[in-house]
């Protein structure tokens, strides 16, 4: 990126965080975390603590940071050393991002470059470049409508687990879109903020359905039908188990008519035979556990983006979902104006801001309003000349 683009990209930080102070978002307790944020620069300055709501509106007009973070966890004394700082404990924190969702779009959008000859394909990043068998290949992943719409149904089935299995109130859970590839869900004001790594890592797999196998549900090899009927779970059950009965109930098999869920879970299991029902139960659990970063909710320590600031990568805002269903990323989180900027764009799939569509573009000058030329400029895509 050129001083001239990053000097416009500070700009408009700058005029976007003193005409919006006022909006950002503190945490609660916010004296007890730590403050973080990223550089222009790209360097990484953490350890930071602000007394007053005011304090933090201040700095980010002065400093113009390219994202601004918070710590999940509260701290005796925020400001010193990791080992130093005296955990208290964290809010339960999950991230769902469009990498960890594969979707069928991500084969006509994606694109990779090899550095050695430039040569440049759609889809996923291969081992080495077909062309010169370099190996110097740099992925671009963007992001579209079904991509989001996938990271949406994703954190849905999270809300679920969360206040059915796990009782946790609508009141102590927060959503918000991400300002870039997903979604951030926030569980603050319960007694799950003590929980250590391990007991975080249980609710990872809880929810992603890792370690559940046929035995769980009261299936196996040598049990009889009437056994089976005693151990099977019914639809209304609680966890894992009715929620695989309910899909089961759902299901169209074979004009299989019975209501009669236990009987059709042993009427498919014996048509199957153990191991494709096996892995057919396998593909259920897959639809309907929710896809999070695993390493994101069992770091106790993990920093996250400060709610109502700007994405350094795209401009656009992490941003509460008051009505998920209905959110809007492309609409609801764009936060930048109209205000024309003339850029020379490498390359762009066609995307939507505002209800107006941009691109494609490819090796061209264009006269792009504020909040799409800051989109394509934070994804690497386009400088300003």
Same mark, same amino acid.
């Given at each position: ?17 003193? #005409? ?87 084969? $006509? ?23 010169? $068998? ?12 079904? /991509?989001? #719409?996938?990271?949406?149904? $994703? ?65 196996? #090899? ?32 074979? /004009? ?92 762009s799939p066609k995307f939507t801001l505002m209800g107006k569509i941009f691109g494609p573009y490819k090796s061209e000058r264009v006269k792009l309003p504020l909040m799409a030329a800051v989109y394509l400029i934070g994804k ?6």
């Amino acid at each position: 990126m050129n001083e001239k683009t990053v000097a416009v990209l500070k700009q408009a930080f700058k005029e976007f965080y003193f #005409k919006n102070a006022e909006k950002i978002i503190t945490p609660i307790r916010m004296k007890e975390r730590e403050f973080g944020y990223m550089s222009f620069d790209k360097v990484m300055v953490r350890h930071l603590s602000f007394q007053t709501e005011g304090d933090l509106r201040a700095f980010l007009i002065k400093e113009m940071p390219h994202s601004v973070y918070y710590s999940c966890a509260y701290y005796y004394e925020p400001t010193f050393a990791m080992d130093e700082k005296g955990w208290k404990g964290a809010d339960l924190i999950f991230d769902i991002d469009a990498d960890d969702i594969p979707t069928r779009c991500k084969e $006509e959008h994606d694109h990779w470059i090899c550095k050695d000859c430039n040569f440049m394909d759609k889809g996923k990043r291969p081992d080495k470049c077909p062309k010169c $068998e370099g190996m110097r290949i740099d992925e671009k992943n963007w992001v579209c409508p079904l /991509c989001l #719409k996938a990271t949406k149904d $994703e954190a849905i089935k999270l809300m679920d687990f969360l206040l059915k299995d796990f009782g946790i109130t609508k009141e102590n859970i927060e959503v918000y879109f991400s300002g870039g590839r997903g979604y951030h869900v926030t569980v603050e004001r319960s007694a799950l903020e003590e929980l250590d790594q391990l007991a975080r890592s249980e609710i990872s797999d809880y929810v992603s359905g890792i370690g559940l196998n046929l035995e769980s549900l009261g299936i196996s #090899k040598r049990a009889s039908y009437e056994k089976m009927q005693r151990m099977l779970p019914l639809a209304n059950d609680s966890g894992w188990r009715g929620r695989i009965a309910k899909f089961f109930s759902e299901m169209e098999f074979e /004009c299989y008519n019975s209501n009669d869920v236990k009987d059709k879970m042993i009427y498919i299991y014996r048509k199957m035979k153990h191991k494709n029902f096996e892995n057919f139960v396998g593909e259920v659990i897959g639809k309907l556990s929710t896809k999070i970063d695993a390493m994101v909710t069992t770091d106790i320590h993990r920093i996250f983006r400060l709610p109502n600031t700007l994405h350094g990568s795209t401009g656009m805002l992490k941003r509460r979902c008051d009505d998920l269903l209905s959110f809007d990323p492309f609409i609801d989180a764009v936060a930048l104006g109209e205000e024309p900027m003339q850029i020379f764009v490498d390359h762009s799939p066609k995307f939507t801001l505002m209800g107006k569509i941009f691109g494609p573009y490819k090796s061209e000058r264009v006269k792009l309003p504020l909040m799409a030329a800051v989109y394509l400029i934070g994804k690497g895509l386009a400088e300003v000349d």
